[in-house]
């Protein structure tokens, strides 16, 4: 076919996908009889996604090219309503108290003032309605959209575990979770600066679907001072550099055990592990959250430390100043 035969066809192409696809239509291109076509399906979900591809097929199917469709989610509408910045926060691996200070965080930030929300996509342990005192309250829909609940702390969440039962999302399968994740992100968050995102631990399908369709402002990555916890840290970093998303920083948790007795301090996982390797990595180091009994019970009692005063309290608001004046986020 000679290339006027091709612009002729592209241009019959283009007349028939104008009424379907509109401003959408991101590319075109027809090589050697397969015609591909370039879809910027930006803010739409899964099933608005598969209707528009579905009628594109349709209205090419009498010309008998083989199609290839491409999604692509560029549009500033891939995030939710007026754009709060998302801030990501992973571990390389589980256990490392990635929930806990999402939490804290959140809370932190509401407490200076900002409006935020929490999106709790752990598909293995959604402890977010816990964390924050909510496991009695239930989102509503709205036109199939989801409407976050408000916690006792100010802070909206949706979670996981608010479609699922914990124990049914660990059978998922890693597009029906990135699924699941869109709904959570795409919910009516009304008027908020900062969505925060609790990743499942771990650098696979489902964080890599969330972060190239809603590419957060920043990454947080939390870390024990293990070394084992420190190399998995290190590749939830280099996950995100891959992903050309900003790594805002390495927080070390369980830093220093506190007794709660006697008040002397120890270091049972070591002591500036995830400092030396921020500083290695070239990220700064926002700080560090001691192992203390009393986050795990009052994490689990559903009242954050960072709603309290005292040195846990200004730890995480300390962390929260750090975000707040990340100038290259806002
Ligand atoms: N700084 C801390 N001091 C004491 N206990 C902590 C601290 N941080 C977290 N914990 C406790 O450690 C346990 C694991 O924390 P959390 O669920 O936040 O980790 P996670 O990284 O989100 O784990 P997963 O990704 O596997 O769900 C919880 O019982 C929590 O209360």
Not at 306 to 319: K, N, R, S, W, Y
């Amino acid at each position: 076919m000679t290339n006027a035969a091709d612009k002729s066809e592209e241009n019959a192409i283009r007349a028939k996908l104008a009424p379907i696809a509109g401003d959408r239509l991101a590319g075109l291109r027809i090589a050697g009889g397969t015609v591909t076509i370039v879809l910027e399906t930006g803010g739409m979900d899964e099933t608005a996604r598969g209707a528009l591809e579905a009628k594109v097929r349709g209205a090419l199917a009498s010309t008998g090219a083989q199609l290839r469709i491409a999604h692509m989610a560029e549009r500033a509408g891939s995030a939710p309503a007026k754009g709060p910045r998302l801030i990501a926060v992973g571990s390389g691996k589980g256990g490392v108290g990635k929930s806990t200070l999402s939490a804290n965080l959140a809370v932190a930030l509401a407490r200076k003032g900002r409006k935020v929300g929490l999106v709790d996509a752990d598909i293995y342990g959604p402890s977010q309605p816990r964390l924050l005192k909510a496991e009695d309250l239930k989102p509503q829909a709205k036109d199939k959209q989801m409407i976050p609940v408000t916690t006792p702390y100010g802070v909206k969440l949706l979670s996981m575990g608010m479609l699922v039962e914990p124990d049914k999302a660990i059978a998922w399968r890693g597009p029906m979770a990135a699924g699941a994740l869109t709904q959570l992100i795409e919910g009516d968050w009304g008027d908020i600066d900062d969505l925060v995102i609790d990743l499942p631990p771990g650098t696979g399908d489902v964080q890599l679907t969330m972060i190239q369709k809603f590419k957060p402002a920043g990454a947080l990555i939390v870390s024990t001072p293990q070394d084992l916890a420190l190399m998995d840290a290190t590749r939830a970093v280099r996950f995100f550099e891959k992903a050309e998303v900003p790594v805002i920083g390495v927080v070390e948790n369980m830093a220093g055990y506190v007794c709660p007795h006697c008040g002397e301090a120890s270091d049972p996982f070591g002591s500036g592990g995830a400092e030396a390797e921020a500083k290695r990595l070239g990220y700064p180091f926002l700080g560090r959250i001691p192992l203390a009994i009393d986050i795990r019970t009052a994490s689990d009692a559903g009242t954050p430390p960072a709603a309290g005063e005292g040195p846990i309290a200004d730890a995480f608001a300390q962390l929260a100043d750090a975000l707040v004046e990340r100038e290259a986020l806002a």
